[in-house]
């Protein structure tokens, strides 16, 4: 780990998915840094590539080509194996539909990614449990299953998930996508509290309302990132309808 080096840093990176004879760029000559403590959120309409992008991020799927340093560590050319194990000591992630598991309770879906670690004991896991858990506003509900949730506890239950490995950023695609305003607005002050206490944070959202309040924007269109002037000139020559209502469409 090169603790000079940006956490992230992307360049010249490109997706191209094939299938049945048609290829799709989902992302082009993509260049992008963030460093430890920030607060990002990737913008675009439906279809931009900004879940490929996460994905890639997240080493969730490789890139067709370009450069991704993780902490100054080439992480383009690893293997499915490679990338699982730095996913999951530095990512957690946080989805649109919580991806919580259903027979699980609250605790043991929380516990989950600490216990693909060797080396933990269970009385540290329970302890780090916990701790997130208080984080979050959710220990109250602990022996509860998903079900007997809110949309808003859900997702709370998944960002305590994502941060119990104590990752080195936490992604987030359309964190508030299946939410309420009030529960979308509880989610992303969670959000915002992570960063301020030092979360860095990386999250897609189609909502340019909660884009605004990460700290950097990035705008995407077409499978490229955008300056904010080319994105407004380019969404108004091609008519997209940017912010769209935050629901399931293209997440
Ligand atoms: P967004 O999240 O911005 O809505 P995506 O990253 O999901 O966009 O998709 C970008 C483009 O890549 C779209 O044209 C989509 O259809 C395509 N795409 C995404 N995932 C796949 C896949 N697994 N196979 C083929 N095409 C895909
Ligand atoms: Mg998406």
């Keep these: 780990m090169n603790e000079t080096a940006p956490l992230i840093q992307l360049e010249g990176l490109s997706k191209v998915f094939h299938t049945d ?36 991020l997240g080493l969730l799927d490789p890139a067709s080509s370009g450069r991704y340093a993780l902490h100054g560590k080439d992480v383009a050319q690893l293997d499915a194996r490679g990338r699982a194990r730095i996913r999951n000591g530095q990512i957690g992630f946080i989805f649109q539909a919580f991806n919580l598991i259903a027979d699980l309770s609250v605790e043991e879906n929380v516990a989950l990614p600490l216990t693909y670690r060797e080396g933990t004991s269970r009385e540290d896991i329970r ?54 305003s009030r529960n979308g607005e509880s989610v992303m002050q969670l959000l915002e509290q992570l960063h301020e206490t030092g979360t860095t944070l990386c999250m897609v959202t189609h909502d340019a309302a909660f884009a605004r309040r990460a700290q950097r924007i990035v705008h995407m269109l077409d499978g490229r990132i955008v300056d904010e002037d080319t994105f407004e000139r380019l969404r108004h020559e091609k008519d997209i309808a940017v912010p769209m209502v935050a629901s399931g469409v293209g997440a």
């Design 21 to 56: 004879e048609m290829e799709t760029h989902a992302l082009s000559d993509v260049a992008l840094r963030i460093d430890a403590g920030d607060f990002v959120a990737i913008t675009g309409p439906s279809g931009c590539g900004k879940s490929t992008l996460l994905s890639i």
């Design 127 to 180: 302890q780090r449990v916990r701790e997130v858990l208080e984080l979050v506003g959710m220990v109250h509900r602990q022996r509860h299953y998903p079900g007997q949730l809110s949309g808003g506890q859900q997702q709370r239950v998944a960002v305590a998930r994502a941060l119990v490995g104590n990752p080195a950023i936490l992604l987030a695609d359309e964190p508030t996508g299946n939410l309420d």
